[in-house]
């Protein structure tokens, strides 16, 4: 087979900065070896996430000049209104300033009641929310609205090297369980996350999407995806599930929302986009109720916290995400770092997800235990000796405390290796490799991290660590 070529030619450079060890030891202390807290300019190879990390295209450039500023009803909102239609199919699809906002909109709605004079009062007790695996910020949106998130992910989901096409795939049986265990009327939405970020990046097949859209229906609760990678998502079902290998790839988009009542999405993410996202549905009242929380925080309805040359952003990187050649480079290009690390049997989640490497740190660095983050080590680890930056999913991220400030651990503990859109050749790629392969040489020595400080939510955005002596 020919080699996979980048279906795309670079026209502008961003050069990047390379420092020395000693330099980036100070560098990691001054963050309170936290990477959200290191300066971008230090970092040489930024794998923190994919989130509004792509490059942008000329014709995406082209449209930011383009955008129609107009407060109201803006030329770009209808090209935005019209492709993400083309692709999502709902009837209501409201900008927003991220994926987060869609998500806070939506819960907010769920887990309030409304009074008589429109207002929301707080509801979410003893209301539940499942998914596959809530990602960080619905899982947060969720809880500070006071519900209670329950991930369903299937078994296979939940061990690094078990083999499945589908590792994203909601437990069906888990979750009409779930249902029957907590009644219907406590569940005001079921969600899905395509691709399963919190999980490894791994997609949910469109067999799975059909019989949890089933399920809901029959319980008669609203169904919605979190769609931020719906286009990676889509090209796994063309080439893993029988029956999709001739579909385009807008008409697996098209089938996959059909089953549903609505999305919530970062455009950040599988829309090549710096900022923005939205929120979409087909139920007329909530979208009369969404648009008021909307117009509080986010905007007028038509651009939703966003200027008119964002929207123009994200119509073209929705025309360019669903390109098959795009698509089939982008799959291979994050599984080729995959391959180069389990040549050397480094520990990784099988098979190779969308957007992502996902190392097994638990099986990386056996000894070090959950209590002392094996996961924030080794994300240290890898800023130390060769500038790269990652993050840590697991017990940093998704550790519970009790009254007594023992910790229940996360399933897994995670480093993901997020991989930008169009941003990284293959020789970045094959230096994280080496650098990887240096770690390995020496991971014995590797040792355990504790957190000194920590807020309530999202903790592994601010918490300040420090090295275990
Ligand atoms: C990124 C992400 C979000 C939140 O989107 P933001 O644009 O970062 O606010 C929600 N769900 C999933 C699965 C994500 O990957």
Redesign the pocket.
């Known amino acids: 087979m020919k080699t996979i070529i980048e279906p795309f030619k670079i026209k502008s450079v961003e050069y990047v900065k390379t420092t020395t060890k000693d330099e980036r030891e100070k560098i990691l202390k001054r963050a309170y070896y936290n990477p959200f807290r290191i300066p971008a300019e230090d970092v040489l190879i930024d794998l923190l996430t994919d989130?509004?990390t792509s490059a942008m295209s000329a014709k995406q450039w082209a449209g930011i000049m383009d955008g129609d500023e107009s407060y109201a009803g803006s030329k770009s909102y209808f090209r935005f209104e019209a492709q993400t239609k083309k692709i999502f199919g709902f009837k209501h699809i409201i900008p927003v300033h991220?994926?987060?906002?869609a998500?806070r909109i939506l819960f907010t709605k769920l887990l309030s009641e409304i009074d008589d004079d429109g207002r929301f009062i707080n509801a979410g007790k003893g209301k539940y929310i499942p998914n596959n695996n809530h990602?960080d910020?619905?899982r947060a949106n969720i809880e500070f609205n006071g519900g209670i998130a329950e991930d369903l992910v299937i078994e296979e989901g939940k061990h690094p090297s078990v083999l499945h096409p589908f590792k994203g795939n909601m437990d069906t049986k888990k979750l009409e369980e779930f249902i029957k265990k907590v009644g219907a009327k406590n569940i005001p939405v079921c969600m899905l996350?395509i691709t399963n970020?919190?999980g490894g990046g791994q997609p949910v097949s469109m067999q799975n999407i059909r019989e949890t859209s089933k399920i809901c229906k029959k319980y008669k609760i609203p169904f919605f995806l979190?769609a931020?990678?719906f286009a990676e998502n889509a090209y796994f079902i063309k080439i893993r599930e029988k029956g999709y290998e001739k579909k385009s790839i807008l008409e697996i988009c098209n089938e996959m929302f059909s089953y549903t009542d609505g999305c919530?999405m970062?455009a950040?993410?599988d829309a090549f986009a710096n900022i923005g996202?939205f929120i979409a549905m087909n139920n007329d009242e909530w979208y009369e109720q969404c648009k008021n929380l909307i117009i509080i925080t986010e905007g007028f309805e038509t651009y939703g916290g966003l200027a008119g040359r964002d929207l123009e952003a994200i119509a073209q990187g929705l025309e360019e995400v669903i390109d098959e050649n795009y698509l089939h480079y982008r799959i291979a290009s994050t599984k080729y770092l995959g391959e180069k690390l389990l040549s050397k049997n480094i520990p990784i989640i099988q098979p190779v997800g969308g957007h992502a490497i996902y190392l097994d740190a638990k099986g990386f660095l056996p000894h070090i235990p959950p209590e002392q983050y094996p996961g924030q080590a080794l994300v240290v680890e890898l800023f130390r000796a060769g500038g790269i930056r990652t993050v840590e999913i697991g017990s940093v991220m998704f550790g519970k405390f009790d009254k007594n400030g023992k910790m229940t651990p996360a399933d897994m503990e995670l480093v993901r290796f997020a991989i930008p859109r169009r941003v990284y050749t293959q020789s970045h790629i094959d230096y994280v490799a080496e650098i990887m392969w240096e770690i390995n040489d020496y991971k014995k020595k590797i040792k355990g991290i504790k957190i000194t400080e920590s807020p309530k939510f999202l903790k592994h955005f601010t918490a300040k660590f420090a090295p275990i002596a």
């Not at 991220?98 to 906002?101: N, T, Y």
């Open positions: 989130s509004g991220q994926g987060r906002a998500e990602f910020t619905t996350t970020n919190a979190d931020c990678r919530t970062s950040k993410k996202g």
